[in-house]
């Protein structure tokens, strides 16, 4: 069997996206065994990272994240009482506008937090626009680095859920990537996009990254229990349990992207280039 019958055997049938996945397997898996062998299988990958100096109490991340979920619930609240009538399609563009105005009033509140107790300020957080030159690429290298391992995560969920539940048993697409193939109006469309690539990206990495990473680095001392426990956090927060191994191995990745270079922005761009990827495939699909 070649590999492309084993990859359709899995997924159903031979995708755009299945075949992206496997066309930037192998220099994928060649930087990761190399990251391998420089590392010592990863065991002196962060030996040389010390903690983000912060004088923050140990509850705060949680802050921002009642008031990301305090703002949409009220929101949502208050427009299904005033617009009760709204077409499927409008109510998709207005959810995303309430998901993003929460997500920005929260972002608020983490940049104040992070300017009021970082050493250093933002750039002690890991905001420093003048590192985006550095950034941008070493994320691009980043996540292809680890696409093999998201791409061999996905193929063993699909195998395991269908040994488990049937062969019926499919991984279903991101809500927001449903809605992008339900809805043509080019409003719900774009919202869908800057949503995903712009502000959720920089939303979730100053939240989980930032916020609970710095702060379980604080207590445990140790960078990849401290990573492992806030990738388990991050697949959590997401709604479909078809996702969570991936988005652990996505997410244990920008964790180490952001411990091994103390700039928040690569998580970022690795998160952005990641969701902007989904929606290219699920666009080039339509």
């Not at 905001?127 to 030159?133: A, P």
């Not at 952001?258 to 989904?278: C, D, M, Q, V, W």
Request: some cysteine; hydrophobic content about 55%; glycine content about 6%.
């Amino acid at each position: 069997m070649n590999v492309f019958e084993i990859i359709k055997s899995a997924y159903g049938k031979v995708s755009c996206e299945t075949v992206i996945d496997f066309i930037i397997f192998l220099p994928g898996a060649l930087l990761f065994g190399g990251w391998l062998l420089k590392t010592s299988l990863g065991r002196k990958s962060l030996s040389d990272s010390v903690p983000r100096r912060n004088n923050l109490p140990a509850y705060l991340p949680f802050v921002p994240l009642f008031i990301w979920i305090g703002v949409i619930s009220l929101a949502a609240s208050i427009t299904e009482k005033l617009l009760p009538d709204l077409q499927d399609w409008q109510e998709a563009l207005l959810d995303n506008i309430i998901l993003c105005t929460g997500a920005i009033a929260a972002m608020a509140v983490i940049i104040y937090i992070a300017r009021a107790g970082f050493a250093r300020r933002l750039k002690g957080f890991g905001l420093n626009l003048r590192t985006i030159h550095k950034d941008l690429p070493a994320a691009l290298l980043n996540l292809l680095s680890v696409w093999p391992l998201i791409t061999a995560t996905i193929i063993l969920t699909i195998y395991i859920g269908k040994f488990i539940w049937g062969q019926d048993f499919e991984i279903q697409p991101h809500e927001e990537l449903e809605l992008m193939t339900a809805y043509s109006q080019l409003s719900v469309r774009a919202l869908i996009i800057v949503t995903a690539v712009a502000i959720v990206p920089v939303f979730e990495e100053m939240l989980f990254r930032g916020l609970f990473q710095t702060m379980l680095r604080c207590v445990t001392l140790k960078p990849w229990l401290s990573i492992t426990i806030v990738s388990g956090l991050f697949a959590l927060a997401h709604a479909d349990a078809g996702h969570w191994p991936a988005l652990f191995v996505l997410s244990m990745c920008m964790g180490y992207a952001y411990e091994k270079s103390g700039s928040l922005l690569r998580p970022i761009f690795i998160h952005s280039l990641f969701n902007a990827t989904s929606i290219i495939v699920t666009l080039y699909n339509l």
